[in-house]
């Protein structure tokens, strides 16, 4: 390998590349440096390198071009002969691929004869084969439509040859004697060629350095190295060819920057030189629109830059990419007539027309897709990076940058009347902003207007110092602050209802999910509820992409989360419960990989899950959520286990609490508290014996309370919670030692206020769940004894079991008949809480409050009327309401026959009853 | 006082003519100063053709006698308008008011019919003449022309807005039963999933629908069945909830009123338990106070400030004068209804009372509460009794007995097991038969 660099090292191209060598090597890349390192090497190297045999491959490179050319001349010549389009539209291919390479051995301006001439006798013969036209009537299909699109090609192909051809036609002896003989001697020229190739290598392989060695390295499958080579070399000319400004024109600008573009992808081409050689050029483009297609394909080369899904853009490549966005959209402000656009394929030369062209100039790109490339850079970039470096933060500070880029592109899009584009900006905006609260948007709003300033400076600084000052200079027009309205809110509203009004299906939708989590962190409940309701997002996230219904997770969570917070418990455990059922919470939320004990992942689904992880700084506190979840299951099971203690069809409204709970019964000796799962246990245990100060006690030691910014209010409403909820239990579970209980007691027990207290008990009386009443002057409740006798209760168990029997009967008719029992269905609800006997009365209430929790859980399932989010196409934010309506109204109706449970989430809109 | 009020939530989706009512009323209850209705009055009237009123107001307004120079103008040019109008659609008016023409007419072709009228009297006219009529106040005019432009008219946009038209116009004249047809015509055309293009549209129109029949249905006699009715329906429901919380007012009063209704109404409690947070006055606090929390003292604050929002309620405090004593029937109602709920759902958990706590809480003194329980009592809606010693009301214990419940549980057995026995042999003959 260091052999190879021998040649470089002794060449004059090393200094006039150097500038352009060394900014590569500041970008810190390996290959840079190891290449920089070989190559002093090389320097001092003795002769003794000289004799390498690798050499001698090297050298032969330039003929071996040559050779192949012919060949394919050759090729050519034989496809003609049987009238073959299809290989020649082949061979022609394959000849423009080897002029490129030959153009690059032999650094030569002038394109080979043996091409020329090629091209003439292609020319020829397609004249000849259209003028046939019964020949072209009576061809393949196929070799009608290569001989077509050969026609085209070779038109567009001979354009840039035009001088050459026509000279070549002209004289073609003068330029090489023996193109007018026979095939035959024209092989024989190639193997004269081949022949004396031989001697040349022999003498390479004696050692002799000569000139023709910058040649001769250009082996095109060699190594990394190889092209860090080239390229630099390529720069040398560059610069060469454009050194004195005044010789250089819009063609030949041009036609360089097609010969880069043409390298791009290429396996020999450098990602970081093809930056470097495009940043050049765009500061010597002459029209703005050149330096506007320059530029977007700079920006294509430096997303290029890093291969490969996993790794993230450099950092550096990432900025400079951003200022080289905002470069063009000063570019489209200060030229309006310039458009941008990826439907249609530009003139050759439309970026001709110059600065003060009048019409439309059309340059092809898609500024959308280069802003959403960078968020996902950044965002990749966020992933990847160790969350508790320094880096980290620093990386974060970056995103104002992009905030202003993303500003800017969205301001542009809507003067130029692309709503739909510009509600795609915004989405990006949107999630950028949607899970930081009022502190930390007031943080990122400071840090915006402080480090621009330091930046700005910077960027003057830079710009001074590069190379040549660009032709076309644009002020910079477009701002490069971003405006942040005080409020996060304010500009989550403004950038939403523009999505909403404007954006696709899946824009809208994740504008919604991100509004709905905003409104949530900023405790609204009530209207993130109704937003969730009213888009109906819950019936078609399963049908979204995983990336959604990641946030639509994340928006579930916090959703509970504020319920909790404002303390509606209840929807705050139907939010939650759902993400826990499965024990997959890191995974829901992306957060975190869990290992599965039961079933590997193959690395794919482990990559894959890797990529779409959530940055840190957007995690929501697992433990937070964990506490909320648990406690929420808590405040409702307890006293459901204390109504039911003896039913064994007690409904059970937390399966996750309630396995917990038997695991922590189990242990034999229960330690003090750790996590945050002892610590809701030991807190239930106390609350089942109806010790609410203990409960409580135990729950605030939890630290993860400092997570929260209303912190003492949020435990206030937990303490009063607690306590109404250790009255029921005490209630449910004492009832059958008292026979009349004062209210004073009561009261003085449970450290609540006689009104609370009063009411809390007289719910419990309507509802059924006591069977007691109030006796108002003194104050006391009386509880009735309405526990049946032994006789009654196995009458009522005989009823039931007639009752299933009955049913049994039916089922087994129904199977037999197929059907026909439509009534059974409906009335089984009825005869199943007869049937259930035992608590006769008390059962039936319950089951007519689980209707009424079902219906209002059909709520969400918003019966048959699903109207989509796109329905409210159109629609303002404050009409939005409208779009969906309550159609769980309807619902409701049906409730007993519908099944919520299988639902994503099933929120419960309004209080317990 | 004028917290409570509504006409600035109602008034937006209510005609222009339709608000003068409100405007009315307010004035009359002195809830805001004269001045500021005045105004807001010849605003109003600004955009309509009832120039005169507006000189009017204007003159009581500024204790002026001229008025200013551009409506002056504007009279003039209301009635060159009117009168251009008219002329317009005079040949179509006294073809209609001539029972010969229709000779004109022939029987069997309706497409000539309608043909013939467009081209030789321009019904067009007739709509126009009827919309400026209207503009100028004279609604019955209006409400005549607007009949027979529907009969005529064959564009369905035009005559959804006619019968609009014709409603407000009924309304305005007060005749409610008129009104309510109309009122019924209007609904089926709004339910009517074709003639709108938008959920959204038709929302709106639901919802205008549901302000303008306000009118009609505090004044129609059964106007309170009929506005449970119309709003507790799910589609207006939703509509409500969506986007005029502020009629959940009304629809609470007339459930309050109305003793029917209880199965719908424990649905309507849990709605207004959802909205608490969009809508709330006392009305629905009321509600929420009796069958939510179960706060007493707290239901019987609110009965007294909800006799204050039914007095303040155009709507609701409508007055009746007899003789020379005005009373407002609604309020009467409204608290005898309310004060039922609150004892209903107080001697549901209580087992003993005392008269006098009882009495403080319907807002009665003892004798009245006495009377009042006693009639309870006789006509079988309470299963209670007085205890005269000690002065309290004991309830008799409402358990159902077991045996009862026993044979309730049994008694569709036999049924179930005689209907799956016919199925059986049913099932057998068409088995054998085949």
């Given at each position: 390998m260091a052999?190879?660099?021998?040649?470089?090292?002794?060449?004059?191209?090393?200094?006039?590349?150097?500038d352009y060598?060394?900014?590569?090597?500041?970008?810190?890349?390996?290959?840079?440096?190891?290449?920089?390192?070989?190559?002093?090497?090389?320097?001092?190297?003795?002769?003794?390198?000289?004799?390498?045999g690798?050499?001698?491959?090297?050298?032969s490179?330039?003929?071996?071009?040559?050779?192949?050319?012919?060949?394919?001349?050759?090729?050519?010549?034989?496809?003609?002969?049987?009238?073959?389009?299809?290989?020649?539209?082949?061979?022609f291919?394959?000849?423009?691929?080897?002029?490129?390479?030959?153009?690059?051995?032999?650094?030569?301006?002038?394109?080979?004869?043996l091409?020329?001439?090629?091209?003439?006798?292609?020319?020829?013969?397609?004249?000849?084969?259209?003028?046939?036209?019964?020949?072209?009537?009576?061809?393949?299909?196929?070799?009608?439509?290569?001989?077509?699109?050969?026609?085209?090609?070779l038109?567009?192909?001979?354009?840039?040859?035009?001088?050459?051809i026509?000279?070549?036609?002209?004289?073609?002896?003068?330029?090489?004697?023996?193109?007018?003989?026979?095939?035959?001697?024209?092989?024989?020229e190639?193997?004269?060629?081949?022949?004396?190739e031989?001697?040349?290598n022999?003498?390479?392989?004696?050692?002799?350095?000569?000139?023709?060695?910058?040649?001769?390295?250009e082996?095109?499958?060699?190594?990394?190295?190889?092209?860090v080579?080239?390229?630099?070399?390529?720069?040398?000319?560059?610069?060469k060819?454009?050194?004195?400004?005044?010789?250089?024109?819009?063609?030949?600008?041009?036609?360089k920057?097609?010969?880069?573009?043409?390298?791009?992808?290429?396996?020999?081409?450098?990602?970081?030189?093809?930056?470097?050689?495009?940043?050049?050029?765009?500061?010597?483009?002459?029209?703005p629109?050149?330096?506007?297609?320059?530029?977007?394909?700079?920006?294509?080369?430096?997303?290029?830059?890093?291969?490969?899904?996993?790794?993230?853009?450099?950092?550096?490549?990432?900025?400079?990419?951003v200022?080289?966005?905002?470069?063009?959209?000063?570019?489209l402000?200060?030229?309006?007539?310039?458009?941008?656009?990826?439907?249609?394929?530009?003139?050759?030369n439309?970026?001709?027309?110059?600065?003060?062209?009048?019409?439309t100039?059309?340059?092809?790109?898609?500024?959308?897709?280069?802003?959403?490339?960078?968020?996902?850079?950044?965002?990749?970039?966020?992933?990847?990076?160790?969350?508790?470096?320094?880096?980290?933060?620093?990386?974060?500070?970056?995103?104002p940058?992009?905030?202003?880029?993303?500003?800017?592109?969205?301001e542009?899009?809507?003067?130029?009347?692309?709503?739909?584009?510009?509600?795609?900006?915004?989405?990006?905006?949107?999630?950028?902003?949607?899970?930081?609260?009022?502190?930390?948007?007031?943080a990122?709003?400071?840090?915006?207007e402080?480090?621009d300033?330091?930046?700005?400076?910077?960027?003057?600084?830079?710009?001074?110092?590069?190379?040549?000052?660009?032709?076309?200079?644009?002020?910079?027009?477009?701002p490069?602050?971003?405006?942040?309205?005080?409020?996060?809110?304010?500009?989550?509203?403004?950038?939403?209802?523009?999505?909403?009004?404007?954006?696709?299906?899946?824009?809208?939708a994740?504008?919604?999910?991100?509004?709905i989590?905003?409104?949530?962190?900023?405790?609204?409940?009530?209207?993130?509820?109704?937003?969730?309701?009213?888009?109906?997002?819950?019936?078609?996230?399963?049908?979204?992409?995983?990336?959604?219904?990641?946030?639509?997770?994340?928006?579930?969570?916090?959703?509970?989360?504020?319920?909790?917070?404002v303390?509606?418990?209840?929807?705050?455990?139907?939010?939650?419960?759902?993400?826990?059922?499965?024990?997959?919470?890191?995974e829901?939320?992306?957060?975190?990989?869990?290992?599965?004990?039961?079933?590997?992942?193959?690395?794919?689904q482990?990559?894959?899950?890797?990529?779409?992880?959530?940055?840190?700084?957007?995690h929501?506190?697992?433990?937070?959520?964990?506490?909320?979840?648990?406690?929420?299951?808590?405040?409702?099971?307890?006293?459901?286990?204390?109504?039911?203690?003896?039913?064994?069809?007690?409904?059970?409204?937390?399966?996750?609490?309630r396995?917990?709970?038997?695991?922590?019964?189990?242990?034999?000796?229960?330690?003090?508290?750790?996590?945050?799962?002892?610590?809701?246990?030991?807190?239930?245990?106390?609350?089942?014996?109806?010790?609410?100060?203990?409960?409580?006690?135990?729950?605030?030691?939890?630290d993860?309370w400092?997570?929260?910014?209303?912190?003492?209010?949020?435990?206030?409403?937990?303490?009063?919670?607690?306590?109404?909820?250790?009255?029921?239990?005490?209630l449910?579970?004492?009832?059958?030692?008292?026979?009349?209980?004062?209210?004073?007691?009561?009261?003085?027990?449970?450290?609540?206020?006689?009104?609370?207290t009063?009411s809390?008990?007289?719910?419990?009386?309507i509802?059924?769940?006591?069977?007691?009443?109030?006796?108002?002057?003194?104050?006391?409740?009386?509880?009735h004894?309405?526990?049946?006798?032994?006789l009654q209760?196995?009458?009522?168990?005989?009823?039931?079991?007639?009752?299933?029997?009955a049913?049994?009967?039916?089922?087994?008719m129904?199977?037999?008949?197929?059907?026909?029992?439509?009534?059974?269905?409906?009335?089984r609800?009825?005869?199943?809480?007869?049937?259930?006997?035992?608590?006769?009365?008390?059962?039936?209430?319950?089951?007519?409050?689980n209707?009424?929790?079902?219906?209002?859980?059909?709520?969400?399932?918003?019966?048959?009327?699903?109207?989509?989010?796109?329905?409210?196409?159109?629609?303002?934010?404050?009409?939005?309401?409208?779009?969906?309506?309550?159609?769980?109204?309807?619902?409701?109706?049906?409730?007993?026959?519908?099944?919520?449970?299988?639902r994503?989430?099933?929120?419960?809109?309004?209080?317990?009853? | 006082?004028a917290?409570?009020?509504?006409?600035?939530?109602?008034a937006?989706?209510?005609?222009?003519?339709?608000?003068?009512?409100?405007?009315?009323?307010?004035?009359?209850?002195?809830?805001?100063p004269?001045?500021?209705?005045l105004?807001?009055?010849?605003?109003?009237?600004?955009?309509?053709?009832?120039?005169?009123?507006?000189?009017?107001?204007?003159?009581?307004?500024?204790?002026t006698?001229?008025?200013?120079?551009?409506?002056?103008?504007?009279?003039?040019e209301?009635?060159?308008?009117?009168?251009?109008?008219?002329?317009?659609a005079?040949?179509?008016?006294?073809?209609?008011q001539?029972?010969?023409?229709?000779?004109?007419?022939?029987?069997?072709d309706?497409?000539?019919?309608?043909?013939?009228?467009?081209?030789?009297?321009?019904?067009?006219?007739?709509?126009?003449?009827?919309?400026?009529?209207f503009e100028?106040?004279n609604?019955?005019?209006?409400?005549?022309?607007?009949?027979?432009?529907?009969?005529?008219?064959?564009?369905?946009?035009?005559?959804?807005?006619?019968?609009?038209?014709?409603?407000?116009?009924?309304?305005?004249m007060?005749?409610?039963?008129?009104?309510?047809?109309?009122?019924n015509?209007?609904?089926?055309?709004?339910?009517?999933?074709?003639?709108?293009?938008?959920?959204?549209?038709?929302?709106?129109?639901?919802?205008?629908?549901?302000?303008w029949?306000?009118?009609?249905?505090?004044?129609?006699?059964?106007?309170?069945?009929?506005?449970?009715?119309?709003?507790?329906?799910?589609?207006?429901?939703?509509?409500?909830?969506?986007?005029?919380?502020?009629?959940l007012?009304?629809?609470?009063?007339?459930?309050?009123v109305?003793?029917?209704?209880?199965?719908?109404?424990?649905d309507?409690?849990?709605?207004?338990?959802?909205?608490?947070?969009?809508?709330?006055?006392?009305?629905?606090?009321?509600?929420?106070c009796?069958?939510?929390?179960y706060?007493?003292?707290?239901?019987?604050?609110?009965?007294?400030?909800?006799?204050?929002?039914?007095?303040?309620?155009?709507f609701?405090?409508?007055?009746?004068?007899?003789?020379?004593f005005a009373?407002?029937?609604?309020?009467?109602?409204?608290?005898?209804?309310?004060?039922?709920?609150?004892?209903?759902?107080?001697?549901?958990?209580?087992?003993?009372?005392?008269?006098?706590?009882?009495?403080?809480?319907?807002?009665?003194?003892?004798?009245e509460?006495?009377?009042?329980?006693?009639?309870?009592?006789r006509?079988?809606?309470?299963d209670?009794?007085?205890?005269?010693?000690?002065?309290?009301?004991?309830?008799?214990?409402?358990?159902?007995?077991?045996?009862?419940?026993?044979?309730?549980?049994?008694?569709?057995?036999?049924?179930?097991?005689?209907?799956?026995v016919?199925?059986?042999?049913?099932?057998?003959?068409?088995?054998?038969?085949?």
């Amino acid at each position: 390998m260091a052999s190879r660099f021998w040649t470089q090292g002794g060449s004059d191209s090393e200094e006039e590349s150097s500038d352009y060598e060394d900014d590569v090597e500041n970008e810190g890349v390996e290959t840079t440096t190891q290449t920089a390192g070989s190559r002093y090497l090389q320097a001092n190297a003795s002769d003794s390198d000289d004799s390498d045999g690798q050499k001698r491959v090297v050298r032969s490179a330039k003929d071996k071009r040559f050779e192949e050319m012919a060949a394919t001349v050759d090729q050519m010549k034989n496809a003609m002969k049987i009238n073959d389009w299809v290989s020649l539209q082949e061979s022609f291919d394959k000849i423009n691929k080897q002029l490129d390479k030959v153009m690059r051995v032999t650094e030569a301006e002038k394109v080979p004869t043996l091409y020329i001439k090629a091209l003439v006798m292609l020319e020829d013969f397609l004249n000849q084969a259209m003028a046939n036209k019964e020949a072209k009537k009576k061809m393949s299909s196929s070799n009608a439509k290569a001989l077509n699109s050969m026609k085209q090609k070779l038109k567009k192909n001979n354009k840039q040859y035009e001088d050459l051809i026509n000279k070549y036609r002209e004289n073609p002896e003068s330029e090489e004697v023996k193109d007018e003989d026979e095939e035959s001697e024209e092989e024989e020229e190639d193997e004269d060629e081949e022949f004396e190739e031989d001697p040349d290598n022999i003498r390479a392989g004696s050692g002799s350095d000569n000139d023709d060695d910058d040649d001769g390295e250009e082996a095109e499958d060699t190594n990394d190295s190889g092209w860090v080579r080239q390229t630099g070399r390529r720069d040398k000319s560059i610069d060469k060819q454009f050194k004195n400004p005044s010789e250089i024109t819009w063609e030949n600008v041009n036609k360089k920057f097609k010969e880069v573009v043409a390298a791009r992808g290429r396996k020999g081409t450098g990602r970081f030189e093809q930056v470097e050689q495009l940043t050049f050029l765009m500061k010597v483009a002459k029209t703005p629109a050149q330096k506007l297609e320059i530029l977007f394909s700079l920006i294509s080369a430096q997303f290029d830059v890093n291969p490969g899904l996993s790794g993230h853009m450099p950092i550096n490549v990432w900025k400079k990419c951003v200022v080289n966005m905002l470069i063009v959209l000063d570019i489209l402000t200060q030229y309006p007539n310039i458009v941008v656009n990826d439907m249609v394929e530009p003139d050759e030369n439309e970026t001709q027309k110059a600065a003060d062209y009048n019409g439309t100039i059309r340059v092809w790109g898609n500024l959308v897709a280069f802003v959403e490339r960078i968020d996902v850079e950044f965002f990749k970039s966020l992933q990847s990076i160790d969350p508790h470096t320094r880096e980290y933060v620093e990386r974060l500070r970056d995103e104002p940058m992009f905030l202003v880029l993303a500003q800017d592109v969205q301001e542009y899009l809507e003067q130029a009347g692309e709503f739909k584009a510009a509600s795609k900006v915004a989405l990006r905006r949107v999630e950028l902003i949607y899970y930081k609260p009022q502190e930390v948007y007031d943080a990122m709003r400071k840090l915006a207007e402080q480090t621009d300033e330091g930046d700005d400076g910077e960027k003057a600084i830079e710009e001074e110092s590069r190379g040549p000052s660009a032709f076309i200079s644009v002020p910079e027009l477009v701002p490069r602050k971003p405006t942040f309205p005080e409020n996060s809110r304010t500009m989550m509203d403004m950038l939403v209802s523009l999505i909403y009004k404007y954006g696709d299906e899946r824009t809208k939708a994740r504008a919604m999910l991100c509004d709905i989590y905003h409104h949530a962190l900023l405790d609204e409940f009530s209207t993130a509820r109704d937003l969730l309701l009213m888009s109906h997002l819950q019936d078609n996230v399963q049908q979204m992409d995983v990336l959604s219904q990641i946030l639509f997770n994340r928006a579930m969570a916090q959703l509970g989360l504020c319920a909790f917070r404002v303390g509606l418990v209840a929807e705050g455990h139907s939010c939650l419960s759902e993400l826990y059922s499965g024990g997959k919470v890191k995974e829901l939320l992306a957060q975190g990989i869990s290992q599965s004990r039961y079933h590997e992942k193959t690395p794919e689904q482990e990559r894959l899950e890797r990529r779409r992880q959530m940055p840190y700084h957007m995690h929501i506190n697992l433990e937070l959520l964990e506490a909320v979840h648990l406690i929420c299951a808590m405040l409702l099971e307890v006293p459901n286990m204390a109504a039911n203690t003896h039913g064994a069809k007690s409904k059970v409204i937390s399966k996750t609490f309630r396995r917990l709970l038997e695991v922590s019964e189990r242990q034999t000796f229960t330690g003090p508290p750790e996590n945050v799962r002892d610590h809701v246990m030991a807190a239930t245990r106390a609350l089942t014996k109806g010790d609410f100060q203990k409960a409580f006690d135990v729950i605030n030691s939890l630290d993860v309370w400092r997570l929260l910014r209303n912190r003492e209010s949020v435990l206030e409403m937990l303490k009063a919670k607690i306590k109404e909820e250790a009255l029921r239990t005490y209630l449910f579970t004492f009832t059958s030692s008292y026979d009349s209980l004062s209210l004073d007691q009561l009261t003085k027990m449970f450290d609540l206020s006689e009104v609370q207290t009063h009411s809390i008990v007289s719910k419990m009386m309507i509802n059924e769940e006591l069977h007691a009443s109030w006796d108002q002057p003194t104050h006391c409740i009386i509880f009735h004894d309405v526990e049946h006798s032994r006789l009654q209760a196995l009458a009522f168990q005989l009823t039931e079991k007639l009752s299933i029997l009955a049913e049994s009967n039916e089922r087994a008719m129904e199977s037999r008949t197929g059907g026909g029992l439509d009534l059974s269905l409906r009335r089984r609800d009825q005869d199943y809480a007869a049937g259930t006997g035992a608590m006769g009365g008390k059962w039936q209430d319950n089951l007519s409050y689980n209707q009424g929790r079902q219906g209002r859980s059909g709520f969400t399932g918003g019966g048959g009327r699903s109207l989509a989010l796109g329905q409210a196409g159109g629609y303002s934010r404050g009409q939005l309401r409208g779009s969906g309506g309550y159609s769980g109204r309807a619902a409701a109706a049906r409730g007993s026959q519908m099944d919520g449970s299988n639902r994503m989430v099933s929120l419960n809109k309004g209080v317990r009853v | 006082m004028a917290t409570y009020d509504l006409t600035q939530r109602i008034a937006p989706n209510l005609d222009r003519h339709l608000v003068f009512p409100l405007l009315e009323f307010l004035q009359e209850r002195q809830m805001y100063p004269d001045e500021q209705i005045l105004k807001s009055k010849i605003e109003l009237l600004n955009k309509t053709n009832m120039v005169d009123y507006a000189m009017d107001i204007h003159k009581s307004l500024y204790h002026t006698e001229d008025v200013p120079q551009d409506m002056v103008e504007r009279r003039v040019e209301v009635v060159a308008r009117l009168k251009a109008l008219e002329e317009r659609a005079a040949p179509i008016v006294s073809f209609l008011q001539n029972p010969n023409s229709f000779q004109d007419l022939r029987a069997n072709d309706q497409h000539y019919n309608l043909q013939m009228l467009h081209d030789r009297y321009q019904i067009e006219a007739l709509y126009q003449y009827a919309k400026f009529q209207f503009e100028c106040g004279n609604y019955s005019g209006a409400a005549d022309y607007l009949y027979q432009y529907r009969a005529l008219c064959t564009n369905s946009e035009r005559r959804l807005s006619a019968l609009w038209g014709k409603m407000a116009a009924e309304i305005l004249m007060q005749n409610w039963d008129i009104a309510l047809e109309e009122l019924n015509q209007l609904k089926e055309k709004v339910d009517d999933p074709k003639s709108f293009t938008s959920p959204l549209n038709q929302m709106q129109s639901r919802i205008w629908l549901m302000h303008w029949s306000l009118f009609i249905f505090f004044n129609h006699d059964n106007g309170r069945t009929l506005i449970i009715d119309l709003f507790n329906q799910d589609k207006y429901l939703n509509a409500i909830q969506t986007n005029a919380p502020h009629l959940l007012r009304y629809l609470a009063t007339a459930f309050i009123v109305n003793k029917r209704r209880r199965p719908q109404f424990k649905d309507f409690i849990k709605v207004i338990q959802q909205e608490q947070n969009s809508y709330k006055d006392p009305i629905t606090e009321f509600l929420a106070c009796v069958y939510v929390n179960y706060d007493f003292d707290g239901a019987q604050k609110k009965m007294k400030e909800c006799e204050e929002v039914i007095l303040n309620d155009p709507f609701l405090g409508k007055r009746v004068e007899d003789s020379n004593f005005a009373t407002v029937p609604l309020r009467d109602e409204f608290l005898e209804n309310a004060r039922l709920f609150i004892f209903e759902t107080y001697c549901r958990i209580h087992q003993r009372i005392d008269m006098a706590v009882l009495a403080e809480k319907l807002n009665l003194n003892y004798e009245e509460a006495q009377r009042w329980i006693v009639n309870l009592i006789r006509n079988s809606k309470l299963d209670a009794k007085i205890d005269a010693k000690s002065g309290t009301v004991i309830m008799e214990p409402t358990h159902p007995n077991v045996y009862e419940q026993l044979i309730d549980h049994t008694k569709g057995l036999s049924g179930r097991t005689y209907k799956l026995v016919g199925q059986l042999l049913e099932h057998a003959q068409t088995q054998a038969a085949r």
